[in-house]
């Protein structure tokens, strides 16, 4: 058997930090979780949570193979660190394959047309905008759910189907212990991984104006398939700080996403430096935090269907100052963990 071998030294040190903060991080959150009282729950959840942002992100690492030298090395640590954020039901290959097309086709490619279920179901679409209204994140945790029940909801994903079904009996099982022994645990979890779903949906919803597709399990492919123009002008990013870039670090540099489409097997701790090559030193070419809070708060009751009022249908470098300025609704539903 082969060991893990990383590409780089560079990669060897920052790739490596990254997963250990999220594996020791992850236990560390347990354990003040499952030892928390109602005045120290809170910083074991922010912990929790943010250790599966952190797995989160490394599986689109390992999706693009930028950790170790053997692809297939990338695929097996992208199926543990599944366990940590939740995303183990279905295959990492469907993962890599769902977003490999999205990056080669420049579209969002799915199966699961949101938009015609929810005008199919008017009652769920009133429960969602209003736990939405809240703040909870109803309609991603809808897709998450869909996620724990693939095989049984995706007729092309039904040969996974024992794969499901065991991963379900493990998962739910140690669920159900846990609201026996310690229920106080369970809500703090539940918690933390709402926490996973708001930080990848608040930071994917502003990095592409592309329309989505249900074209995944057909041939049919979009027509801008290959156009790196039109990529790049469709392409935004979003990051938390431009001033103080470390800051960037807590989501793996996800946010420099134009550099991430123009090289994506830049591994996230070259991002910024690429960036900064690709497009210079001006700020203007990033959508900074404060119009993505503002945009978040103000229009988060239209984003499912992008219907704010007043708000123009725009895109390309238009889309790029209507969101500097905080006058675009944003995304949903767009998470690479969701390969559907």
Request: aromatic share 14%; net charge neutral.
């Given at each position: 058997?082969?060991?893990?071998?990383?590409?780089t030294?560079?990669?060897?040190?920052?790739?490596?930090?990254?997963?250990?903060?999220?594996?020791?991080?992850?236990?560390?959150?347990?354990?003040?979780?499952l030892?928390?009282?109602?005045m120290?729950?809170?910083?074991?959840?922010?912990?929790?949570?943010?250790?599966?942002?952190?797995?989160?992100?490394?599986?689109?690492?390992?999706?693009?193979?930028?950790l170790?030298?053997?692809?297939?090395?990338?695929?097996?640590?992208?199926?543990?660190?599944?366990?940590?954020?939740?995303?183990c039901?279905?295959?990492?290959?469907?993962?890599?394959?769902k977003?490999?097309?999205?990056?080669?086709?420049?579209?969002?490619?799915?199966?699961?047309?949101?938009?015609?279920?929810?005008?199919?179901?008017?009652?769920?679409?009133?429960?969602?905008?209003?736990?939405?209204?809240?703040?909870?994140?109803?309609?991603?945790?809808?897709?998450?759910?869909?996620?724990?029940?693939?095989?049984?909801?995706?007729?092309?994903?039904?040969?996974?189907?024992?794969?499901?079904?065991?991963?379900?009996?493990?998962?739910?099982?140690?669920?159900?212990?846990?609201?026996?022994?310690?229920?106080?645990?369970?809500?703090?979890?539940?918690?933390?991984?709402?926490?996973?779903?708001?930080?990848?949906?608040?930071?994917?919803?502003?990095?592409?104006?592309?329309?989505?597709?249900?074209?995944?399990?057909?041939?049919?492919?979009?027509?801008?398939?290959?156009?790196?123009?039109?990529?790049?002008?469709?392409?935004?990013?979003?990051?938390?700080?431009?001033?103080?870039?470390?800051?960037?670090?807590?989501?793996?540099?996800?946010?420099?996403?134009?550099?991430?489409?123009?090289?994506?097997?830049?591994?996230?701790?070259?991002?910024?430096?690429?960036?900064?090559e690709?497009?210079?030193?001006?700020?203007?070419?990033?959508?900074?935090?404060?119009?993505?809070?503002?945009?978040?708060?103000?229009?988060?009751?239209?984003?499912?269907?992008?219907?704010?009022?007043?708000?123009?249908?725009?895109?390309?470098?238009?889309?790029?100052?209507?969101?500097?300025?905080?006058?675009?609704?944003?995304?949903?539903?767009?998470?690479?963990?969701?390969?559907?």
């Amino acid at each position: 058997m082969t060991s893990w071998t990383f590409k780089t030294a560079k990669g060897r040190l920052w790739h490596s930090g990254a997963i250990a903060y999220s594996v020791v991080v992850y236990a560390l959150g347990w354990w003040l979780l499952l030892n928390a009282n109602w005045m120290t729950v809170l910083p074991s959840v922010i912990l929790l949570g943010h250790a599966m942002i952190i797995a989160a992100y490394l599986i689109h690492e390992c999706a693009h193979n930028t950790l170790f030298t053997i692809n297939r090395h990338n695929m097996q640590l992208a199926t543990l660190l599944g366990w940590i954020c939740g995303s183990c039901y279905g295959t990492v290959e469907d993962i890599r394959n769902k977003h490999f097309r999205h990056h080669v086709e420049n579209d969002d490619v799915v199966w699961f047309d949101y938009e015609a279920f929810f005008k199919r179901h008017p009652l769920v679409y009133r429960v969602t905008i209003l736990l939405e209204w809240c703040y909870i994140p109803a309609h991603c945790i809808l897709m998450h759910t869909i996620m724990v029940f693939t095989a049984f909801i995706i007729p092309e994903r039904r040969d996974q189907l024992p794969r499901n079904i065991a991963v379900i009996l493990i998962r739910g099982g140690l669920l159900v212990t846990l609201a026996l022994l310690n229920p106080l645990a369970l809500v703090g979890y539940l918690i933390a991984y709402m926490l996973m779903i708001i930080v990848l949906r608040f930071v994917d919803g502003l990095e592409h104006d592309y329309p989505y597709r249900t074209n995944l399990f057909t041939d049919e492919v979009s027509e801008n398939k290959g156009d790196l123009i039109w990529e790049q002008e469709h392409t935004f990013s979003p990051i938390l700080s431009w001033r103080y870039e470390w800051v960037n670090w807590l989501i793996l540099n996800f946010g420099y996403h134009n550099a991430h489409h123009a090289k994506p097997t830049t591994p996230w701790f070259d991002l910024p430096t690429l960036h900064r090559e690709l497009f210079g030193e001006n700020p203007d070419t990033v959508i900074r935090l404060w119009p993505q809070l503002v945009m978040y708060h103000r229009y988060r009751r239209y984003r499912i269907f992008h219907d704010a009022p007043d708000l123009k249908d725009v895109s390309g470098k238009a889309f790029l100052r209507a969101a500097q300025s905080a006058q675009l609704t944003g995304g949903n539903a767009a998470s690479f963990l969701t390969s559907f």
